[in-house]
T-cell receptor, first 111, second 111 residues
Framework: NAGVTQTPKFQVLKTGQSMTLQCAQD?????MYWYRQDPGMGLRLIYY???????DKGEVPNGYNVSRLNKREFSLRLESAAPSQTSVYFC??????????FGPGTRLTVT | ELKVEQNPLFLSMQEGKNYTIYCNYS?????LYWYRQDPGKSLESLFV?????AVKQEGRLMASLDTKARLSTLHITAAVHDLSATYFC???????????FGAGTILRVKS
């Protein structure tokens, strides 16, 4: 039982490049989330998916897109990376109104 | 819109001392979570508080919830070095799955 897995663990991009962060969970959770963590700001929700086939914007969605590929997988895409998107990205999953389980994170640097 | 504020943001403690971290939230929230994060690691769930007056304890940590005051506290008893970490509280948006996180409290326990 791996819980929530994320790939890659580290990534360096140049401004304007695109990339997709992958997330998968094996707990059969309906809801999945993408957060970014910046120093002194806690975690901010980018997008979430309450159930397979649905996605909604969170607090900071600009510059990102998501795909809920199936119940297990939820990907985050940066179409044209900017230095302001340098951050640590966490994926999480949960059942409705239950605690969220977090992945190990992806450390992204945009130069 | 739910907002969550923690204080203090940084706490340096001596081993053996007691202290409390405070978490205030701005509007009605139907659940409150506490998470721990070690440097460079992911978030680990500590407590889930679902009702007014809820109190949960695990080892040297005790969390409580006062929904009328919109306040949760995390009390540390007889701190030890292993408790050094960043602690986050998060409030659940009513009727939905989304969480709003506080900025986090960096706890350093000195021997």
């Amino acid at each position: 039982n791996a819980g929530v897995t994320q790939t890659p663990k580290f990534q360096v991009l140049k401004t304007g490049q695109s990339m997709t962060l992958q997330c998968a969970q094996d707990m059969n959770h309906n809801s999945m989330y993408w957060y970014r963590q910046d120093p002194g700001m806690g975690l901010r929700l980018i997008y979430y998916s309450a159930s397979e086939g649905t996605t909604d914007k969170g607090e900071v969605p600009n510059g990102y897109n998501v795909s809920r590929l199936n119940k297990r997988e939820f990907s985050l895409r940066l179409e044209s990376a900017a230095p302001s998107q340098t951050s640590v990205y966490f994926c999480a999953s949960s059942e409705v109104k239950d605690k969220q389980y977090f992945g190990p994170g992806t450390r992204l640097t945009v130069t | 819109e739910l907002k969550v504020e923690q204080n203090p943001l940084f706490l340096s403690m001596q081993e053996g001392k007691n202290y409390t971290i405070y978490c205030n939230y701005s509007t009605t929230s139907d659940r409150l979570y506490w998470y721990r994060q070690d440097p460079g690691k992911s978030l680990e769930s500590l407590f889930v508080l679902l009702s007014n007056g809820a109190v949960k304890q695990e080892g040297r940590l005790m969390a409580s919830l006062d929904t009328k005051a919109r306040l949760s506290t995390l009390h540390i008893t007889a701190a030890v070095h292993d408790l050094s970490a960043t602690y986050f509280c998060a409030g659940g948006s009513q009727g939905g799955n989304k969480l709003v996180f506080g900025a986090g409290t960096i706890l350093r326990v000195k021997s």
